[in-house]
């Protein structure tokens, strides 16, 4: 077998056996398959795509190709969530103890983020003192304490899928369905759960801009978990605007405690208890609408901000903070952006308003950027909201005079204020399980 044989039967549409499919992986993560064939056989599935048998399959070697975490230690259903990317979106954040304090153990394995969209991991590291890196068997032992922990991803956790989507990053085959799904899903199987919820994003801010690209990919994913013996529900939720009004690594920490101090915007309220209900109702084998209640109850009691509480403190954090959001702010400026016009906010381009906070220095371009925790934007308006002259449209935090004049540029773009008022949109546009 060669690599030139599996490379041309998909480039002329033909369907691949799991032993080329393997054969293909394995040789590229060990060395014997050259990037450059890699790279072709990329581009090849970028125009034949996959069925859901073969995409099963990459899944199910790419997972195969590093550690495959043992969860069995910790008693109860694990479910894990997974978003595939947004501006704005806090929502592990909340969700992690939010869950736990309801009694479903969350065993949380998160990434950085790189362009556009955000990291949990750089957001929990704002913190001071907060501490993501963590031995396997410690992460396990946190959870069966006091049923939550996150961490960064361990190094070996997927190594093809490192490999390969450093590969589709420089030949432009990222946003391939099948691609995107097994690089999703090799992940959170190798992260032992045993469910998942999973926030598919769609709009200008996300990877999928069509509903019908998001329900695509949803499908997939559903039918990868089914196929590996796990539960799975995909939620196709708005990416059009920001999620929430804040955004940076800093104000993301601020704005999902308001969440748990049952404050916050209704739009990261809504989507808050639908996943976190769901994830609820998978753990403890509950009916949805008795999953709803015990997530309103642990907001509104403070139980769920209790154990945020105790989740920081376990993993190294200063919990001051939640008396003082202000103290993660460490004296940043304060830019007010505001309306030369009268009319309403009739859109916004999210992947700009992103791309606006990168450069800012709330996210990274490169892999090795230094971020600021402190700097990003929190808005006044959102899309549908009337605006006057001389009203204030978002607040933007930096540091740098020379980052705020560039970020500006872009979020003068990405802002589309017009004379008609938009008609309001739901958050999640389906779900799919």
């Given at each position: 077998m060669r690599a030139y044989e599996i490379i041309q039967?998909?480039?002329?549409?033909?369907?691949?056996?799991?032993?080329?499919?393997?054969?293909?992986?394995?040789?590229?993560?060990?060395?014997?398959?050259?990037?450059?064939?890699?790279?072709?056989?990329?581009?090849?599935?970028?125009?034949?795509?996959?069925?859901?048998?073969?995409?099963?399959?990459?899944?199910?070697?790419?997972?195969?190709?590093?550690?495959?975490?043992?969860?069995?230690?910790?008693?109860?259903?694990?479910?894990?969530?997974?978003?595939?990317?947004?501006?704005?979106?806090?929502?592990t954040l909340i969700l992690a103890p939010l869950v736990s304090s309801c009694g479903v153990k969350v065993a949380k394995l998160s990434g950085r983020g790189l362009g556009h969209t955000g990291g949990t991991i750089d957001k929990l590291e704002s913190i001071p003192g907060f501490k993501t890196s963590m031995k396997r068997d410690q992460w396990i032992e946190q959870v069966n304490k006091i049923g939550v922990a996150i961490a960064g991803q361990t190094a070996n956790l997927v190594p093809a899928d490192k490999k390969i989507y450093a590969l589709r990053d420089v030949t432009a085959t990222v946003d391939e369905i099948s691609l995107i799904a097994s690089s999703i899903m090799s992940k959170?199987?190798?992260?032992?759960?045993?469910?998942?919820?999973?926030?598919v994003k769609v709009g200008s801010g996300a990877f999928m801009k069509s509903i019908e690209e998001a329900s695509r990919l949803s499908k997939i994913m559903v039918s990868i978990a089914k196929l590996a013996g796990r539960k799975a529900t995909a939620m196709i939720?708005?990416?059009?605007?920001?999620?929430?009004?804040?955004?940076?690594?800093?104000?993301?920490?601020?704005?999902?405690?308001?969440?748990?101090?049952?404050?916050?915007?209704?739009?990261?309220?809504?989507?808050?208890?639908?996943?976190?209900?769901?994830?609820?109702?998978?753990g403890l084998s509950i009916d949805n609408e008795e999953a709803v209640v015990k997530v309103r109850d642990s907001i509104e009691s403070g139980k769920a901000l209790g154990k945020f509480e105790e989740f920081v403190e376990f993993q190294g954090g200063d919990s001051s903070f939640l008396k003082d959001p202000e103290?993660?702010?460490?004296?940043?400026?304060?830019?007010?952006?505001?309306?030369?016009?009268?009319?309403?906010?009739?859109?916004?381009?999210?992947?700009?308003?992103?791309?606006?906070?990168?450069?800012?220095?709330?996210?990274?371009?490169?892999?090795?950027?230094?971020?600021?925790?402190?700097?990003?934007?929190?808005?006044?308006?959102?899309?549908?909201?009337?605006?006057?002259?001389?009203?204030?449209?978002?607040?933007?935090?930096?540091?740098?005079?020379?980052?705020?004049?560039?970020?500006?540029?872009?979020?003068?773009?990405?802002?589309?204020?017009?004379?008609s008022q938009p008609e309001k949109t739901t958050m999640i546009f389906d779900i799919i399980q």
């Open positions: 039967k998909k480039r002329d549409g033909h369907k691949l056996s799991e032993i080329e499919i393997k054969f293909l992986v394995d040789g590229f993560v060990n060395g014997s398959v050259p990037d450059y064939q890699m790279a072709a056989f990329l581009m090849a599935v970028f125009f034949r795509h996959m069925d859901d048998e073969e995409t099963f399959t990459l899944t199910n070697v790419m997972k195969n190709s590093g550690d495959i975490m043992d969860l069995s230690a910790i008693e109860g259903v694990k479910v894990d969530k997974h978003s595939t990317g947004g501006v704005g979106d806090k929502t959170k199987l190798a992260g032992g759960s045993d469910a998942f919820v999973l926030d939720t708005d990416m059009d605007q920001p999620l929430g009004c804040k955004i940076g690594n800093s104000l993301e920490v601020i704005e999902a405690v308001e969440i748990l101090k049952n404050k916050g915007p209704s739009d990261l309220m809504e989507l808050t208890v639908a996943l976190a209900s769901k994830m609820i109702e998978y103290k993660l702010l460490h004296g940043v400026k304060i830019y007010s952006l505001k309306s030369d016009v009268n009319g309403y906010m009739e859109g916004m381009n999210t992947e700009k308003i992103g791309i606006a906070a990168m450069i800012l220095g709330a996210g990274r371009s490169k892999k090795d950027d230094e971020i600021d925790f402190s700097v990003g934007f929190d808005f006044s308006k959102k899309k549908g909201d009337s605006i006057s002259v001389g009203e204030e449209i978002l607040k933007v935090y930096y540091n740098d005079t020379n980052k705020l004049e560039a970020s500006l540029e872009f979020l003068n773009e990405s802002l589309i204020i017009g004379d």
